[in-house]
């Protein structure tokens, strides 16, 4: 990416959608339509209420480069929908997450932006282009855990012949969700993670229970590396973590911003790609439940919203299971309905 000009990387270049579901060679566009063979035979499939479909299995060692995907945009179907990534042999998933959070926008609400790790567009094309190593094998599963049939586009771009070494970093993508979150407790962005990993950042879900008054002074603190009560790295308010300031405004930027600040619905979003957030033992991240009130001694209060957030980093495997993702009725309760 840094040095396009170079030809002779050893790279092979691959891509699985429907019309090519193993990314073989010469494999692509081979299912009729009536146009014949060849002629937009396969560009999507209809997925079942309660199906998975399995939309990559690859055995080599490589790189997925790029996921484009879509599907009925509403917000429902956007958190029904849900993406599971298996790597190498490990057998749970390193990434679980409804798939409008995993494309960089919560609360199910499409929104055209872009940023440099997801680009939206207003009829819910969805990218993510982070970089996914893997060693032997990447397995990519989709799940409509709704209760209506959705149709379903997609792709994977990857490369294979890559030089991984045996403790590369592995995508890790976690959701979660408290509606509401508990009063004087800092909602969890990130649990406890053992071992070495890079904080990649992550999308944050905010739906204000009190739009009256101003819900982001919490602080976010991540704890690292023998850390117990006080955190190395610790912010001083909610949008300021996203490098806004006075408020919230939409205003998405390539790193950080908000893409969504509508009617008490907050989606914002923070990337540390230039500026690295890296554990070497352990790692865990929180942000404060703090509000701002004029009528309040001293502006400041403890408060209650739904928070939401789907979260990314990487870490080797083996690596510890994910905590248990919210069921379908809890990350579809309350969210965007128009």
């Known amino acids: 990416m840094n040095e396009p000009y170079l030809l002779d990387t050893g790279l092979e270049s691959h891509s699985i959608s429907f019309e090519n ?5 010469g494999e692509g566009g081979k299912a009729a339509s009536r146009l014949g063979i060849g002629r937009k035979g396969l560009p999507m499939r209809n997925i079942e209420a309660g199906e998975t479909v399995q939309l990559c299995d690859i055995e080599e060692e490589g790189t997925i480069r790029h996921i484009w995907m879509t599907t009925n945009r509403s917000p429902a179907n ?6 599971r990534v298996w790597w190498d042999d490990q057998e749970h998933p390193s990434i679980e997450c409804p798939i409008g959070d995993f494309m960089g926008f919560a609360h199910g609400k ?21 970089p996914m190593p893997f060693r032997k094998r990447a397995r990519v599963t989709l799940s409509n855990e709704g209760t209506a049939t959705r149709p379903l586009y997609y792709q994977i771009d990857y490369t294979l012949e890559d030089e991984h070494p045996a403790d ?36 944050l879900g905010i739906r204000s229970l009190d739009t009256a008054r101003w819900w982001g002074e919490g602080e976010i603190k991540i704890y690292m590396d023998g850390d117990t009560d006080f955190p190395t790295i610790c912010g001083t308010g909610s949008e300021d973590y996203v490098c806004l300031s006075y408020g919230m405004q939409q205003t998405p930027f390539f790193y950080n911003g908000c893409n969504l600040n509508q009617e008490g ?29 004029r009528e309040v001694e001293g502006g400041l209060y ?37």
């Open 78 to 83: 956007l958190r029904s929908m849900v993406i």
């Open 21 to 25: 579901p193993t990314g073989a060679r």
């Open 168 to 203: 590369v970093g592995r995508l890790h993508v976690l959701f979660r969700r408290e509606n509401p979150t508990t009063i004087k407790e800092d909602f969890v962005i990130l649990p406890e993670r053992s071992g070495k990993g890079r904080y990649l950042g992550a999308l």
């Open 265 to 293: 619905f907050i989606s914002m979003y923070r990337w540390h790609l230039p500026d690295p957030i890296y554990w070497k033992r352990e790692c865990r991240i929180t942000i404060q439940q703090i509000g701002w009130g």
């Open 302 to 338: 403890e408060r209650q919203d739904d928070w939401s957030t789907a979260t990314f980093w990487y870490e080797p495997i083996p690596s510890a299971p994910l905590p248990e993702m919210p069921d379908l009725a809890a990350r579809t309760a309350d969210i965007w309905n128009r």
């Open 110 to 130: 499409v929104e055209a932006y872009d940023s440099a790790v997801h680009s939206l567009g207003s009829n819910a094309g969805m990218n993510i282009w982070l």
